[in-house]
């Protein structure tokens, strides 16, 4: 990845919360081989252990990750049809292009998209896959915790994208498709609903994260991969990659579907093994209390683009 989707950050240490009661809570969120504090591009293996890449007889088409054993989280906007027919389901993959010594492939019997999708609005942009059967968890396929529904995400708290996509919009990931990873700060929804004026609606089933200045982002081919914060040691899945205004665009942070809102849902589909769902807690105050349309400087690009010339990219 180049500047438009270049992975890399800060790691900030939160106190940990975790919600018991479900029994992934007690092994979801760890990456026993992510030890860096600030990475680079290219993903080390095993450091997103939870990472899937979904794939048809195209190739890779959209990411996910994995909550328990037998499901995969991910994007409704990935599945216009639910046909499981030629759909696989990697994990433990690093390349696209290249041998993966530690990846185990599964076929797909399910797909439950959320009954409420909109597909215009991008509303409720979440979807479950069940693998035909369990997993083996190693170092290097884990479950992620999922933001339990009372998690608070405030503006600025570090978080981390992963996923196959394109490098800028149109540009693939070069051979050999390393997995690559970047880190984005959470931008607020009011914030976020005020710099998406005019071009799409931001509801509290989103949350938004990304540089104003541009040039980190989630791009074509990342849909439906998870954005991650980390607590003490364990990993939280706040969002799923759903869509955005291109890549990287400044005053345009990456609009992901926010898990926490979701807990109920998922745990009405999943009856057994549920998955881990954790209290992710933000320290400070939330600053984006205070931002007014109006009072925000977002510059001129934003208001300069005729909404009839852009368009919005899902993920």
Request: with cysteine.
């Amino acid at each position: 990845m180049e500047s438009g989707w270049a992975l890399c950050a800060v790691v900030v240490a939160l106190t940990c919360m975790g919600k018991g009661g479900h029994s992934q809570a007690n092994v979801c969120g760890i990456a026993s081989l992510n030890t860096k504090i600030v990475g680079g591009q290219d993903a080390v293996a095993g450091s997103w252990p939870w990472q899937a890449s979904l794939q048809n007889s195209n190739g890779h088409f959209c990411g996910g990750s994995l909550i328990n054993q037998e499901w995969v989280l991910t994007a409704a906007h990935c599945f216009p049809s639910t046909s499981t027919a030629d759909l696989l389901v990697y994990l433990g993959r690093q390349y696209q292009q290249s041998i993966n010594p530690n990846e185990v492939s599964q076929m797909v019997s399910q797909i439950i998209c959320n009954p409420n999708y909109n597909s215009a609005t991008s509303d409720n942009d979440i979807c479950l896959l069940k693998l035909s059967s369990p997993v083996t968890f190693t170092d290097y396929i884990q479950p992620v915790c999922l933001a339990a529904v009372d998690s608070t995400f405030y503006t600025g708290t570090t978080s981390w994208v992963t996923g196959w996509g394109d490098i800028n919009s149109g540009v693939p990931l070069p051979s050999p498709g390393t997995l690559q990873e970047v880190t984005v700060p959470v931008v607020g929804n009011r914030e976020c609903s005020c710099l998406y004026t005019g071009f799409s609606s931001i509801t509290n089933n989103m949350i938004c994260a990304g540089l104003l200045s541009g040039g980190q982002d989630a791009c074509q081919g990342d849909s439906g991969g998870p954005i991650v914060s980390e607590q003490g040691q364990i990993w939280i899945q706040s969002g799923v990659v759903s869509f955005g205004q291109g890549c990287a665009a400044a005053n345009f942070p990456g609009v992901y579907t926010r898990v926490s809102q979701y807990q109920t849902w998922i745990n009405s589909q999943i009856s057994t093994d549920q998955p881990g769902f954790v209290t992710f807690s933000s320290s400070g105050t939330d600053s984006d209390l205070n931002v007014t349309c109006n009072a925000l400087s977002t510059g001129t690009t934003l208001f300069s683009l005729s909404p009839i010339l852009v368009s919005l990219y899902l993920f």
